[in-house]
């Protein structure tokens, strides 16, 4: 099963985006997911996560105070809420799950987001 992001596009700085990560038949409430997200010519890296037991939220320092991750268990999504963003953020968002051992998979095709200074 593969998770989807969407909700990508092209900001200015300082402008706002909200991601979706959704899975069709797959109950996201049982999994922790992380966002990631990949620059052109480097590595991919991990952004935010979400705990499955306790909702505990996790972002990297980078993002810290300007991205918000959470769920809707309701809709089986969950959100990445990313705010004041810079053209450091510009790069392809990516959502997967964790399974118990902290192993992600599920990986999808990701959503482009571009901020132009």
């Known amino acids: 099963v593969q998770l989807q992001a969407s909700g990508g596009g092209l900001v200015q700085a300082g402008g706002s985006l909200r991601l979706s990560c959704s899975a069709s038949?797959?109950?996201?409430?049982?999994?922790?997911v992380g966002w990631f997200r990949q620059a052109p010519g480097k590595e991919r890296e991990g952004v935010s996560c979400?705990?499955?037991?306790?909702?505990?939220?996790h972002y990297a320092d980078s993002v810290k105070g300007r991205f918000t991750i959470s769920r809707d268990n309701h809709k089986n999504t969950v959100y990445l809420q990313m705010d004041l963003l810079e053209p450091g953020d510009t790069g392809v968002y990516y959502c997967?799950?964790?399974?118990?051992?902290?192993?992600?998979?599920?990986w999808g095709q990701g959503t482009q987001v571009t901020v132009s200074s």
């Open positions: 979400i705990s499955s037991s306790d909702g505990s939220t």
């Open positions: 038949g797959l109950p996201l409430n049982n999994y922790a």
């Open positions: 997967a799950g964790a399974d118990a051992a902290g192993s992600y998979s599920g």
